[in-house]
């Protein structure tokens, strides 16, 4: 019997095997209309069934190569499953509600999809994007209605300040979601509802919504004899499916379709062709990819310090509870909140190379140089975005200057993490400020160093939006190959070239090497004791 | 008891060395901010100048414009002149005034444009830069000066603007006077002109939708993870905190074939749709969810309370901290995505862009205007920049939870 455990427990190993379905239920006393269901579950078994089948022989549905497999092998465990649901349906053991819930909620999302898809629910976004675009004020009514119920504690009746930024909100949302166009929108469904590739998947999605409804209510929990941690296990995996859904269809399954399309010779839209490892054996002898990668190299061994040394200083200086750090700390952020597209498109009118603020700054700073000194420096006025020897370093001052406030602040969560004691032990000892920051603070800071270091390593080594805003309308990868990054080459093979197989190559050979670096920091973090601690 | 000599002297001495340390503690501080900051001013005032402004050399922050006077109802240029006091506001009344361009003997780099009819000659010659000049006797502003006439020009007649003062100029070459005053037209222009009104509301769209998409599943599934116990979910989450050092490019190529297959590639649902489903985002609610007491949903357990109520009436309400940083990381994702646009959405479909992709547009096409492209900058920072000013605590709180991830 497994009961609650204490939190963060190891948990004790679950198998479907422990958990024995206790009959406690008679099954001719139950009120559920029993008859119905197992006609259903019958339904769905030839159902699956036949749509593994189906796609299996491509019968009026097209899906390429390898996906048709993985899909009719779903479908058939779909069906087998099914199948066996019909006898514990039966017998009225726990496994066929858990089974058939599972099923039902399954197919009532599949044909919920299909049904979208067929009324074109999903594009439907883009009306409804276009109608947004002259009721979005409506919003600041949604936005007043939270701010008026964030201040209900401080008034006298925060009960009906609250009821009443309730209705303002649900009142905006309600006037929002019509000037949106929801009426015409339900009228144009309802159209819609006539074709039979949407009233169809509809009426399963509603049957097997309804089915899956039915057993997970209490009645066919108490007549299928569930127990307690039977619950459990369907309300952990009920909870979960949202997620795990999306992790399969958007994150796993693509992961292993993009391993696999590194392996073909692929253009996007034809047939492809099966190569084994030659794109990854290309990628060694192909010029530009390693250049690409020497730019990273080069890139990282300046932009990632530059951005992380500064930051480890202004946290330390952050740190000294002195007033007016809240301020900084707030400025210091901004390029972070600011967005990538936004802060590069303002550096590439400051580095200009005639008219810019960058290059009017040295010649002045020079002057001033010059006629305190003495002195007769010329002034150097490179070319920055269109110099071949300097466009990598004008991207190297755009990504340390935005990552800098990023990785202040991550320091400085780390420094409020070490125990003051030490610094007063240290003020005892008469130690000073530099002292105590190399003999206190580096030291102990060593895992935010590390993690911060690993962070921007993996960022810089993604580098993609800087250089190729910079060099708009030009090609990204700059004059003479000199801005071009490994990411620069996959979307240009991908989505410029449509060698979509040697771009998967790519971005596997960059994902090799950002996880081998995840590997050297977990494993330094591992040194530090912090993940056994 | 009245201190030493000594330990008075140690006091100020480290009176002295704490201010000094303030100093250029704060010092290294407002440096910083300054350079954090400037681009940002740049922008500001970059949104409000004319076109030409953007382009002047040397470069200047505050945005000017021509200054403009208004004379017998007609609106002429304003320029600034020396009427022998200093720079003043002048406007140009007659052109094509006779006029010879002298030289300054004594210092050849010195050229002034005249009109001849104030000019009488002495009749002595003189050499300048090897060539023979013939001097003359000019009537300048300043006074009568013997100078060289080097060729014949045309020049400006200009009238003081504040009294009756004359003088004469190129007028091409006249210093224009100017005032600071802000375009603030610009906004309306980029707005209705370049659409960047569809982009804004587009990208508050998206935004809304994955951040409440993003909430919904990981508040679910970070209270599996956390209070739920099945089979296999220990493994599942492990899977789940791997994922979260994948970098998205590995995914993209699958990822646009799938909305090639969908049909969602071009459409405003390829942005949303994939990205409201976060393995960072229920790692962090699970790990919030699993400090909550035990004993708090005891009670509701033995009051035959089910798990979908217990997480929205007592967790929930107890989460909005980690809900509240959960949602200013994913806003910023939504809203600064750039890459995923960019495959995604068709150049030429301009309606169902974003602001990244409506800016990078710009800022590639409207070389000859930067102004515009500033305004757009500007309107794309202002709804972030206005949620950081009301939940600082929550982004860097979420940059805090990114460090022990």
Redesign the interface.
């Known amino acids: 019997m497994i009961g609650r455990g204490p939190l963060g427990a190891p948990p004790d190993s679950f198998t479907m095997d422990t958990i024995t379905p206790t009959r406690t239920a008679d099954p001719a006393k139950t009120d559920l209309p029993l008859g119905l269901m197992l006609a259903w579950r019958v339904v769905v078994a030839i159902g699956l069934l036949a749509a593994a089948f189906g796609v299996a022989f491509a019968v009026g549905i097209e899906v390429e190569g390898t996906l048709r497999w993985v899909f009719t092998a779903a479908l058939g465990i779909g069906g087998v499953l099914a199948i066996l649901a019909i006898q514990w349906t039966r017998t009225m053991v726990h496994r066929g509600r858990a089974t058939g819930f599972f099923l039902d909620y399954l197919v009532a999302i599949g044909a919920a999809f299909a049904m979208a898809q067929g009324a074109d629910l999903f594009n439907g976004l883009d009306t409804a994007a276009a109608r947004f675009n002259d009721s979005a004020l409506f919003l600041i009514l949604i936005v007043v209605g939270w701010f008026v119920g964030g201040f209900a504690e401080k008034t006298k009746r925060p009960a009906l300040v609250r009821r009443i930024a309730r209705s303002t909100m649900a009142a905006g949302l309600a006037v929002l979601l019509v000037s949106m166009g929801l009426l015409p929108g339900l009228v144009e469904f309802a159209r819609r509802l006539t074709q039979a590739d949407v009233f169809i998947p509809l009426a399963i999605a509603l049957v097997a919504a309804y089915s899956a409804r039915l057993l997970w209510s209490e009645r066919a929990a108490s007549s299928f004899g569930t127990n307690q941690n039977q619950a459990e296990v369907m309300d952990g995996f009920f909870f979960v499916s949202p997620n795990l859904i999306g992790f399969l269809v958007f994150l796993a399954g693509p992961l292993l379709v993009s391993l696999f399309i590194s392996l073909t010779d692929w253009d996007g839209l034809t047939q492809a062709s099966f190569v084994g490892l030659e794109n990854y054996g290309r990628l060694f002898s192909d010029a530009a990819f390693l250049k690409s990668l020497r730019n990273i190299l080069v890139f990282g061994l300046v932009a990632v310090p530059a951005s992380v040394i500064p930051g480890l200083f202004l946290a330390a200086l952050l740190n000294s509870k002195l007033p007016g750090m809240k301020v900084f700390r707030a400025i210091y952020f901004l390029p972070s909140i600011a967005g990538v597209v936004g802060v590069t498109l303002i550096w590439k009118n400051l580095l200009n190379a005639t008219v810019g603020f960058v290059n009017y700054g040295i010649l002045r700073a020079t002057e001033i140089v010059n006629s305190l000194t003495g002195a007769e420096f010329e002034a150097a006025q490179p070319l920055w975005i269109s110099g071949s020897s300097v466009a990598l370093f004008s991207v190297m001052i755009v990504f340390a200057w935005q990552q800098l406030g990023f990785n202040t602040v991550l320091f400085l969560a780390g420094m409020q993490g070490i125990d003051p004691s030490l610094y007063e032990a240290a003020d005892i000892d008469g130690a000073s400020a530099w002292a105590r920051f190399r003999s206190i603070t580096v030291p102990l800071l060593k895992p935010t160093t590390v993690f911060v270091v690993t962070n921007a390593t993996i960022l810089a080594l993604q580098l993609f939006n800087e250089p190729f805003i910079l060099q708009a309308p030009g090609p990204p990868n700059g004059p003479s190959n000199s801005t071009l990054s490994p990411v620069i080459y996959l979307y240009q093979n991908a989505f410029q070239r449509f060698r979509q197989g040697y771009a998967s190559a790519v971005a596997w050979a960059l994902f090799a090497l950002i996880f081998a670096i995840t590997l050297v920091y977990f494993s330094r973090q591992d040194e530090e004791g912090v993940l056994s601690a | 008891m009245p201190d030493t000599p000594t330990q008075q002297q140690d006091r100020r001495r480290r009176l002295v060395r704490t201010t000094v340390?303030?100093g250029s503690?704060?010092l290294?501080?407002v440096l910083?901010?300054a350079?954090?900051?400037?681009?940002?001013v740049?922008?500001a005032t970059?949104a409000v100048k004319t076109p030409s402004d953007?382009?002047?050399?040397?470069?200047k922050v505050l945005p000017r414009v021509p200054l403009v006077a208004e004379i017998d109802g007609e609106e002429r240029e304003v320029f600034s002149l020396d009427f022998g006091s200093g720079e003043e506001p002048a406007v140009l009344v007659e052109t094509g005034v006779a006029a010879g361009l002298f030289v300054d003997p004594d210092n050849p780099e010195r050229t002034v444009p005249w009109p001849l009819d104030l000019a009488s000659e002495t009749g002595s010659t003189v050499t300048v830069g090897g060539e023979s000049l013939s001097t003359f006797d000019v009537q300048l502003v300043a006074g009568t000066e013997t100078l060289a006439l080097q060729r014949n020009t045309v020049v400006g007649r200009f009238q003081q603007l504040d009294g009756d003062g004359v003088t004469y100029a190129v007028p091409r070459t006249a210093t224009p006077a100017e005032t600071i005053d802000a375009q603030w037209s610009n906004f309306s222009e980029v707005i209705g002109l370049r659409d960047l009104?569809?982009a804004l509301?587009?990208t508050?769209?998206v935004t809304i939708l994955v951040v409440a998409g993003t909430l919904?599943?990981?508040i679910?599934?970070g209270?599996?993870?956390a209070r739920?116990?099945?089979?296999?979910?220990?493994k599942?989450f492990l899977?789940?905190l791997g994922?979260i050092?994948?970098?998205f490019?590995?995914?993209?190529?699958?990822?646009?074939?799938?909305m090639v297959g969908?049909?969602?590639v071009n459409?405003?649902?390829s942005l949303?749709?994939?990205?409201?489903?976060n393995?960072y985002g229920?790692f962090l609610m699970r790990q919030f969810f699993?400090a909550i007491p035990?004993d708090l949903e005891e009670a509701a357990f033995i009051d035959g309370a089910k798990?979908g109520r217990i997480?929205w009436t007592i967790f929930v309400p107890l989460s909005w901290p980690a809900i509240a940083t959960l949602a200013t990381f994913m806003f910023?994702y939504a809203?600064?995505s750039?890459?995923w646009p960019?495959?995604s959405i068709n150049v030429a479909n301009a309606?169902?862009f974003v602001?990244?992709l409506a800016?990078?547009q710009l800022?590639?096409?409207a070389?000859e205007s930067?102004n515009l492209?500033?305004a757009g900058?500007v309107l794309?920072?202002l709804v972030?920049?206005t949620v950081?000013a009301f939940a600082?605590r929550y982004?860097?709180e979420n940059?805090?939870t990114?460090?022990i991830k």
């Open positions: 340390n303030r503690a704060y290294v501080l910083f901010a350079v954090m900051l400037f681009p940002f740049y922008m970059g953007t382009f002047r050399y040397p470069p009104d569809r509301t587009n508050i769209l919904f599943t990981s679910m599934g209270y599996a993870f739920v116990r099945f089979p296999g979910r220990d599942m899977a789940y994922s050092m994948l970098p490019i590995v995914l993209i190529i699958p990822l646009f074939q799938l969908l049909g969602w459409h405003i649902g949303v749709w994939p990205f409201l489903f393995a229920t699993i035990k798990r997480l910023l809203w600064n750039f890459i960019l495959v309606d169902n602001l990244t800016l990078q800022g590639g096409t070389g930067p492209l500033f900058i794309s920072v972030p920049f950081f600082q982004f860097v940059v805090a990114s460090g």
